[in-house]
């Protein structure tokens, strides 16, 4: 029985001089798990609580999947690595106190969570043969050099910034354990050179939905491709497992 895809969003955060963006480790025991990957996780019930209007900018501004999925991607990224966008100078770094909620930390910060600093990057859903399926939307944003991560410790076990090509050659090498999705995307943002120049390109790009196939080799590597029509730079990747 094929499972169906959980709702979920994921976020390259972003900064300059030089051009970097964030990736974190999972806890051995969680999804990716050991892989580097941006923060990002499932949406929750709570995403489409309709109470956050008082608390998001630009909430009538998009669907109302469109703005669960934004404030899903918002919220893991502070749970994951304290930095919550939001309207006091865009970003600030407010790293949770156990058993928090998002909306209690949003609320008692005094700021709103800003929707509109998410330009869309990609769609990808899990191909169906995986015991695990994700709908996930990729976002990038845009943070300041002094913007601190600070890994929860629990899902998120390390965050290191660096540039989306020195990624993409540890993907390549097998140096460091990097999923296909996040190679690509990775290459996808190596396309640029500044966060301006990445923002321009995701919000003039039109969507696509990618859903890679997979096939198994005689040498027992998996074989994953994507449709040239996704428009991204790689479009084919061989995995062991």
């Known amino acids: 029985m094929v499972s169906a895809p959980r709702s979920s969003a ?10 970097e963006v964030l990736l974190v480790s999972r ?3 969680g999804a990716f798990a050991s892989a580097l990957v941006f923060p990002g996780g499932a949406i929750d019930p709570g995403d489409h609580d309709p109470g956050w209007r008082e608390l998001a900018t630009d909430f009538d501004e998009v669907t109302s999947d469109e703005r669960a999925v ?14 919550l966008l939001a309207d006091d100078q865009a970003v600030g770094t407010a790293p949770a106190r156990a058993g928090q909620e998002f909306r209690e ?16 990057f990609g769609h990808w859903i899990t191909p169906v043969v995986e015991p695990r399926r994700f709908d996930t939307h990729f976002f990038l944003a845009a943070v300041s ?21 020195r990624a993409v050659e540890l993907a390549r090498s097998g140096e460091r354990p990097i999923i296909f999705p996040t190679m690509v995307n990775l290459a996808r943002l190596a396309e640029s ?3 301006a120049e990445a923002l321009a390109a995701a919000r003039a790009r039109p969507r696509y939905t990618v859903q890679p196939e997979i096939a198994l080799e005689p040498d027992g590597a998996r074989r994953v491709t994507i449709l040239a029509e996704s428009g991204y730079p ?8």
Not at 77 to 82: I, P, R, S
Not at 105 to 120: F, P, Q, S, Y
């Open 27 to 29: 806890a051995a025991r």
């Open 234 to 241: 790689v479009t084919e990747w061989r995995e062991f497992r």
């Open 145 to 165: 050099r002094d913007v601190v991560a600070v890994p929860d410790g629990a899902e998120t076990l390390t965050a290191e910034w660096m540039s989306p090509a």
């Open 10 to 19: 994921t976020v390259l955060l972003l900064r300059d001089d030089p051009f």
């Open 105 to 120: 930390a949003v609320t008692e910060a005094g700021v709103r969570i800003r929707l509109d600093a998410l330009a869309h």
């Open 70 to 83: 934004r404030i899903g991607a918002i919220r893991e990224v502070w749970e994951e690595t304290g930095i």
């Open 193 to 195: 050179s500044n966060s």
